[in-house]
């Protein structure tokens, strides 16, 4: 669940940073790119954690997932209102104050994460979930300052952001995926 999502919400990034960097030629080219790989990270939320499995002493697995699914709907409805803006042609300003909502949320799941999951599964598992947390609350903030108030300077600043946060996104959901207890 955990790898599959962070790779598609990473890629759904990736394809706004291009946007915001000014490399597609047409808004709508990166909403469907946006949109379809944010309906993408949905799939994860009926599979199996691969990390959170309850395995570690004292772990509430319940509570733990139910987190990160959070997490992985907020970013997954973001990816597909910035796909429906690229589409239709909305106003950035909504988007800007959604992503807001999902910096804060982003950053509850960091503080969850950082201070629930070094106990009981250890530091592999603590660092795979805070680090991309704390990363999607700061890409959350930049876009919030970025397209609730467009400020000119601050795009390239937030594409380049997005850009890089994005790739170390997906990286860590392939580390995820290739070191994961289950596909040994």
Not at 126 to 154: N, R
């Amino acid at each position: 669940m955990e790898a599959l999502a962070l790779i598609m919400i990473g890629a759904a990034l990736f394809a706004q940073s291009w946007y915001l960097l000014e490399l597609y030629p047409d808004g709508r080219t990166m909403g469907v790119f946006v949109g379809g790989l944010g309906l993408a990270a949905l799939v994860a939320i009926p599979m199996a954690p691969m990390l959170l499995t309850g395995q570690g002493t004292g772990a509430d697995m319940a509570t733990e997932t139910t987190v990160m699914k959070v997490l992985i709907v907020l970013w997954a409805g973001y990816a597909v209102g910035v796909g429906a803006h690229g589409l239709w042609d909305f106003d950035d300003r909504a988007i800007g104050f959604y992503a807001a909502f999902v910096a804060i949320v982003s950053l509850v799941a960091l503080l969850y994460f950082s201070s629930n999951l070094q106990k009981p599964y250890g530091d592999e598992v603590w660092l795979a979930l805070s680090a991309p947390s704390l990363l999607l609350a700061i890409l959350g903030g930049m876009l919030f300052f970025h397209l609730a108030w467009p400020f000119s300077g601050l795009r390239q600043v937030t594409a380049w952001f997005i850009l890089v946060g994005s790739i170390a996104i997906s990286g860590i959901g392939l580390i995820i995926l290739t070191l994961s207890p289950q596909w040994m």
